[in-house]
């Protein structure tokens, strides 16, 4: 029976993205390839960073053959960063006898190789591209919004103590009073 590995992730904590709308169809599919799903992997974070937790960890479990076939949504959920990068972690699981599949995009199946190369080095481009538009409207609705008057950030008056302690504020006002009672917050 093949071991089967799910990765799902979604980019916001909250509501209106959950994971199961991922995992639930996965394990169907995993179920209908004849499979044994033995980790399910889940992040809440951006696909434009690997620097995940779930990510490695699955990285780290497949350097260790604890699958053979890892399932993903869509390339777009496994990586949005780009042709080389989203290249070199599929070589990765594929030096270690990993495949990788995706439910919505049949033609990606790195067990087949020739078009699935193509087609995934263009895929790839295409998640880093709309990663780019996710960054665009962001800073578009946050222009829109100072148009508007709104206010964005701290609010007013709120005092930034990570910047303060890292400045060494906290370290001067304390020296300046001489009280053992003032100490910059942890």
């Given at each position: 029976?093949?071991k089967?590995?799910?990765?799902?992730?979604?980019s916001?904590?909250?509501?209106?993205?959950d994971p199961s709308?991922?995992?639930?169809?996965?394990?169907d599919?995993?179920k209908?390839?004849?499979?044994?799903?033995?980790e399910?992997?889940?992040?809440?974070?951006?696909g434009?960073?690997g620097?995940?937790g779930n990510?490695?960890?699955?990285?780290?479990?497949a350097?260790k053959?604890k699958?053979d076939l890892?399932?993903?949504?869509?390339?777009?959920?496994?990586s949005r960063?780009?042709i080389?990068?989203?290249?070199?972690?599929?070589?990765?699981?594929?030096?270690?006898g990993?495949?990788?599949?995706?439910?919505?995009?049949?033609?990606l199946?790195?067990r087949?190789?020739?078009?699935?190369?193509l087609l995934l080095?263009?895929f790839?481009?295409?998640?880093q591209?709309?990663?780019?538009?996710?960054?665009?409207?962001?800073?578009?609705g946050l222009?829109r919004?100072?148009?508007?008057g709104?206010?964005l950030?701290r609010?007013?008056g709120?005092?930034?103590f990570?910047?303060?302690r890292r400045?060494?504020?906290?370290l001067?006002y304390?020296?300046?009073?001489?009280?053992?009672k003032?100490?910059?917050p942890v």
């Amino acid at each position: 029976m093949q071991k089967i590995a799910i990765y799902a992730r979604v980019s916001k904590n909250d509501e209106s993205q959950d994971p199961s709308n991922q995992l639930n169809p996965l394990r169907d599919y995993a179920k209908a390839l004849g499979g044994e799903v033995v980790e399910e992997y889940v992040d809440l974070a951006s696909g434009g960073n690997g620097d995940r937790g779930n990510f490695l960890r699955m990285f780290s479990d497949a350097d260790k053959r604890k699958f053979d076939l890892v399932l993903v949504w869509a390339l777009d959920r496994l990586s949005r960063e780009g042709i080389s990068n989203t290249l070199g972690y599929l070589e990765r699981l594929k030096r270690n006898g990993v495949a990788l599949k995706s439910l919505q995009e049949s033609w990606l199946d790195t067990r087949d190789e020739g078009l699935g190369q193509l087609l995934l080095a263009i895929f790839s481009w295409v998640a880093q591209q709309e990663r780019k538009r996710i960054v665009e409207r962001t800073k578009a609705g946050l222009e829109r919004a100072k148009r508007q008057g709104k206010r964005l950030g701290r609010p007013q008056g709120a005092k930034d103590f990570r910047a303060r302690r890292r400045s060494g504020y906290y370290l001067r006002y304390a020296n300046k009073k001489s009280s053992p009672k003032i100490q910059a917050p942890v």
